[in-house]
């Protein structure tokens, strides 16, 4: 029932495109080149090593037309750039370059852009460069990657919760345990399956294609998802033997040495796998998974445990003192609170790592959604707080029952007064407890002789205190054996006070809390996952080539002269774009995104701020083009640039739009 809802909330969370994590960062020739000769090959560089597709580069010509190209291959010594030869002989006017690679993080990215030979195409041909993603295969790939997060969130936390938190009952814990695993074997399946057809845009019914899942195969982002498949084997085992046979001094170790190659097939395909720091990112990664699976599992795992503490409301029922219980509750606080501890560690590190700057908190969708996230997870930690509260409260009810327990007197009769101290003799784990009786002038004490090992059988028994005066015996208590297998339980020791039932009840009520408060940190978190981070949108935006030319500052200015064809763009290119001289060029686009001929541009750049300006461009036209080499900007600022086209005798527009000119 809580993977139903785990899920439930996972599926309804909503799925968003991953945003592709490698950038662009130089092309040759550069998108909106006019070049005199054809070039020979076409290299992109990149923010990162990327994987080459079988159509990674596609060629069309001026009519549309795709163009056959060499295969594309990385620049010797140099996994960030590619490049493809060109065919000879491929004639004047414009071409169009449509690319797609696979980023080091396993994140697919495409683009495309123009170049010329001899002199710009009069009109643009209409070129499919296909599709960014395929919408059916982007919602199934994000749907199956927050499928297997909360399947090993759940799978991870609840076996941690079993071997340091000890239940008393761990048997309704197996559930849980069975749901995760097989969960997270098929989620994997289908992101292997799913990962050709991720890579290329394709549809969902090409992950039937052999070829495609060989190709698969042998890319590191495949590799990882088949190791992760692999890994599932031996966490069947350990499973296995944990639910047979209980744990032993081994288990934590390979339990958590499972934990760690599992969280390790994470790390190697999220964004820790490139950018800066790598092995520290790597690292980082590694522990903020397990530490997020701990708490969010080991909450799900005790919100059950709870729960079926609670199920029977009468208080004969013992669940409320159960010193067992209270014990789990008390180890798993400690364990939540060393594992948001290790949450906000590795959180801060992340997060700088990924923004770069405090301005993408807010001007990226990277620090937008962080901001989110740490809106939750302040929600997280005040339920968190809440627990711990209940919990110290649940605890200090028990003591008080133990304490009352542990005075159990026995009768009297006559006035001849007896006492007895049962002591806490139901500690788990102990054998042969010795109990005492006193009357007023002898004590007796008596062992049960147990075998070597603990009890051969499920409860241990401890005989009542022998007296010499008549007196009730005490209720014998029963102890789960050490290393006793799933599903084994006890009664309580006494009756529980309303104090210790009201406590689980509320503490139930906030662990429900804080799991669905964890699950909304949980989607969030994934969806960042996918997401082109700050420092790396920042780095896009100042390396990303300009149309025109290489570190150029380009500008769209819309017109509109109220006639029908009198609408349009012009794109505006100044070279170098920096304080001094530049050159400029401006293209004019129609209604129908083509090249359009005007009989005058006219452009001038003013600075409102000095009031500086209007400085006339000076446009001549260059055929195709207007141009000049001689405009000089003195200071930089924000410049407003303001375009006027004239279309016919008649009819002229203008348009405006700011230029950053830099020092």
């Given at each position: 029932?809580?993977?139903g ?5 996972l599926?309804?969370?909503g799925?968003?495109?991953a945003?592709a994590h ?5 092309s040759?020739p ?5 070049l005199?000769?054809a070039p020979?090959s ?11 597709l079988?159509d990674?580069f596609r060629?069309?010509?001026p009519?549309?037309?795709?163009v056959h ?6 620049a ?5 750039t ?7 002989g491929l ?7 449509a690319?797609?690679?696979v980023s080091a993080?396993?994140?697919p990215?495409s683009?495309a852009?123009t170049?010329s030979v001899?002199?710009p195409s009069?009109?643009s041909a209409?070129?499919?460069t296909g ?11 994000d749907l199956a990657r927050y ?5 090993a969130a759940?799978?991870i ?10 239940p008393?009952d ?7 345990l069975?749901?995760g695993?097989?969960?997270l074997?098929a989620?994997?399946?289908v ?9 290329t845009?394709a549809?969902p019914?090409s ?5 495609a899942?060989a ?9 990882v998802?088949l190791a992760?498949l692999a ?5 069947a085992?350990f499973?296995?033997?944990l ?8 288990t934590p170790?390979?339990?958590g ?9 994470w790390?190697?395909s999220e964004?820790?796998?490139a ?10 990664s ?11 599992g080991?909450?799900?795992?005790l ?8 199920a029977?409301p009468?208080?004969?029922s013992?669940a409320?003192d159960?010193?067992r219980?209270?014990g789990t509750?008390?180890r798993f606080s400690?364990?939540?609170f060393?594992?948001?501890t290790v949450l ?6 992340q ?7 405090w301005?993408a908190?807010t ?13 939750a ?13 209940w919990t110290?409260?649940l605890v ?11 005075a159990?007197a ?8 007896t006492?007895g101290?049962?002591g806490?003799?139901?500690?788990a784990?102990?054998a042969?407890?010795a109990g005492?009786?006193?009357t007023g ?7 049960t ?5 603990g009890p051969?059988?499920?409860t241990?028994?401890t005989?009542a205190?022998?007296?010499v005066s008549s007196?009730a015996p005490l209720?014998p ?5 050490a290393?006793a297998p799933?599903g084994?339980s006890?009664p309580c020791?006494s009756?529980?006070?309303?104090g210790?039932?009201r406590a689980?009840r509320a503490l139930r009520?906030s662990v429900?809390?804080e799991?669905?408060?964890?699950v909304?940190?949980?989607v ?5 996952s996918g997401?082109?981070?700050?420092r ?5 935006a100042?390396?990303?080539p300009?149309a025109g030319i290489?570190g ?8 509109d002269t109220g ?5 349009g763009t012009?794109q505006?290119t100044l070279?170098?774009g920096r ?6 060029e401006?293209?004019?686009?129609g209604?129908?995104g ?8 006219r ?15 000076r ?10 080499d001689?405009?000089n900007?003195p200071i930089?600022?924000?410049w407003t640039a ?10 002229q527009a203008?348009?405006s739009r700011?230029v950053?000119?830099?020092?």
């Amino acid at each position: 029932m809580v993977l139903g809802a785990v899920l439930l909330l996972l599926l309804l969370g909503g799925a968003a495109p991953a945003s592709a994590h490698a950038v662009l960062r130089s092309s040759d020739p550069a998108d909106g080149t006019v070049l005199r000769t054809a070039p020979a090959s076409v290299t992109l560089t990149f923010s990162e090593s990327v994987g080459l597709l079988d159509d990674s580069f596609r060629l069309f010509g001026p009519d549309g037309r795709r163009v056959h190209t060499a295969e594309a291959r990385h620049a010797p010594g140099h996994a960030d750039t590619a490049e493809v030869a060109f065919p000879a002989g491929l004639g004047q006017g414009t071409f169009t370059v449509a690319w797609r690679v696979v980023s080091a993080d396993s994140h697919p990215v495409s683009g495309a852009f123009t170049f010329s030979v001899g002199k710009p195409s009069p009109t643009s041909a209409a070129v499919d460069t296909g599709p960014d993603e395929n919408p059916a295969t982007g919602a199934l790939w994000d749907l199956a990657r927050y499928v297997a997060y909360g399947a090993a969130a759940l799978l991870i936390g609840t076996t941690a919760f079993v071997l340091l938190c000890r239940p008393p009952d761990p048997g309704p814990l197996r559930r849980p345990l069975v749901a995760g695993w097989w969960t997270l074997l098929a989620s994997t399946v289908v992101l292997l399956a799913l990962r050709a057809p991720y890579e290329t845009a394709a549809g969902p019914a090409s992950a039937l294609d052999p070829a495609a899942l060989a190709r698969t195969l042998t890319g590191r982002p495949g590799l990882v998802l088949l190791a992760r498949l692999a890994l599932l084997a031996p966490v069947a085992v350990f499973l296995v033997r944990l639910s047979r046979r209980g744990p032993s001094r081994a288990t934590p170790a390979t339990g958590g040495a499972l934990a760690l190659a599992l969280a390790l097939t994470w790390a190697a395909s999220e964004h820790a796998s490139a950018g800066i720091q790598v092995p520290a990112a790597m690292a980082s990664s590694v522990l903020h998974l397990l530490a997020m699976a701990v708490w969010l599992g080991g909450l799900t795992a005790l919100l059950t445990t709870l729960q079926r503490a609670t199920a029977d409301p009468a208080p004969e029922s013992g669940a409320g003192d159960d010193p067992r219980l209270t014990g789990t509750v008390a180890r798993f606080s400690r364990i939540a609170f060393l594992a948001v501890t290790v949450l906000v560690v590795t959180g801060v590190y992340q997060s700088w790592r990924g923004l770069g700057s405090w301005t993408a908190l807010t001007d990226t969708t990277y620090g937008r959604l962080l901001l989110a996230k740490l809106a939750a997870v302040v929600l997280l930690l005040a339920a968190a707080g809440g627990s711990r509260r209940w919990t110290a409260r649940l605890v200090t009810a028990a003591g008080t029952a133990g304490s009352a327990g542990s005075a159990g007197a026995a009768g009297s009769a006559g006035g001849a007064g007896t006492a007895g101290s049962a002591g806490n003799v139901g500690t788990a784990g102990s054998a042969g407890n010795a109990g005492t009786a006193a009357t007023g002038s002898e004590t007796v004490q008596e062992r049960t002789p147990e075998p070597v090992g603990g009890p051969s059988h499920p409860t241990a028994r401890t005989t009542a205190p022998q007296t010499v005066s008549s007196s009730a015996p005490l209720a014998p208590l029963a102890v789960p054996p050490a290393g006793a297998p799933f599903g084994t339980s006890s009664p309580c020791p006494s009756p529980a006070p309303d104090g210790c039932l009201r406590a689980l009840r509320a503490l139930r009520r906030s662990v429900l809390a804080e799991v669905a408060v964890a699950v909304a940190v949980l989607v969030i978190s994934t969806v960042l996952s996918g997401t082109l981070p700050g420092r790396a949108a920042a780095e896009a935006a100042g390396t990303a080539p300009a149309a025109g030319i290489p570190g150029a500052s380009v500008t769209m200015i819309p017109f509109d002269t109220g006639t029908p064809g009198g609408r349009g763009t012009v794109q505006i290119t100044l070279e170098p774009g920096r304080v001094g001289q530049n050159a400029v060029e401006a293209v004019v686009f129609g209604p129908d995104g083509g090249l359009s001929t005007v009989p005058e541009l006219r452009l001038s750049l003013s600075l409102p701020a000095q009031k500086i300006g209007p400085i006339d461009a000076r446009l001549t036209d260059k055929g195709g083009y207007w141009g000049t080499d001689s405009l000089n900007l003195p200071i930089p600022g924000a410049w407003t640039a303001k375009a006027t086209v004239r279309v016919s005798e008649l009819d002229q527009a203008s348009g405006s739009r700011t230029v950053r000119i830099l020092r």
